[in-house]
């Protein structure tokens, strides 16, 4: 995993900010129009979305690297990692969709692909196992996210996704001998202690849907 590069790529795009201030402008323009499904705290509604976003962004490689470390300690780093490999490569060399953007804003299109990426290989280790393989509860985050991307550039990022998990994992994937002899691992107390500590982001930051 070449996380430093994602750090450095996340440092540079803060700098950014700080000189311009774009993600905050942008979400300044959006707030009037987010979903009411949105729910956000009445105090400082601009500032907490900001540190949401930048929050978000900031998690990608912490989560790749914990996510690499719970595959080698479990003993599935050949099957996960190349799933890690490409949300890394969202960012360092990201699809033909995303070119040509800088700053935090255009990195939350980033990492909602990366984040995105997890949440679906959740969902077919779940299908498979009865359990995800990475337990963060990123889901309202990522709507929240879908949210502030915008529904129709966001459709396009969840296609990209979904075409790069059906060309990497299917069913015959899971068929396989050595996936049976990992399913253990894969539900070991140490690999939930690993990732006790992360926070759902949305909670974090008194983020909440409201679907009723």
């Known amino acids: 995993m070449n996380t430093a590069a994602l750090r450095e790529q996340i440092q540079r795009a803060h700098q ?3 000189d311009t201030g774009h993600l905050t402008q942008q ?9 009411p499904a949105i729910q956000l705290p009445e105090a ?7 540190r949401f976003v930048k929050a978000y962004i900031d998690q990608v490689p912490d989560m790749l690297d914990a996510a690499n470390d719970v595959a ?13 490999k490409i949300a890394e490569h969202y960012f360092i060399q990201p699809p ?3 070119s040509g953007h800088e700053g935090l804003d255009c990195l939350l299109d980033e ?9 679906e290989v959740n969902d077919l280790y779940i299908k498979h196992f009865q ?5 963060l509860d990123t889901t309202v985050a990522n709507l929240i996210a879908h949210q502030l991307i915008g529904e129709a550039f966001a459709n396009q990022l969840d296609e990209v996704v ?3 998990v059906d060309n990497m994992l299917n069913d015959e994937s899971f068929a396989l001998e050595s996936v049976e002899q990992y399913r253990d691992k894969l539900s070991a107390k140490e690999t939930g202690d690993a990732w006790s500590q992360w926070p759902c982001l949305s909670r974090q930051f008194g983020l909440e849907l409201d679907l009723n």
């Open 96 to 98: 033909k969709e995303l």
């Open 162 to 164: 979904h075409h790069s």
């Open 72 to 84: 080698v300690k479990a003993g599935i780093e050949s099957q996960i990692k190349p799933v890690l």
């Open 111 to 119: 990492a909602y692909l990366a984040h995105r990426l997890v949440e």
């Open 44 to 50: 400082d509604r601009q500032g907490v979305l900001t």
């Open 131 to 135: 359990q995800p393989l990475i337990p």
């Open 27 to 35: 979400l300044e323009k959006q707030l009037p129009h987010l979903h």
């Open 16 to 18: 950014h900010e700080a």
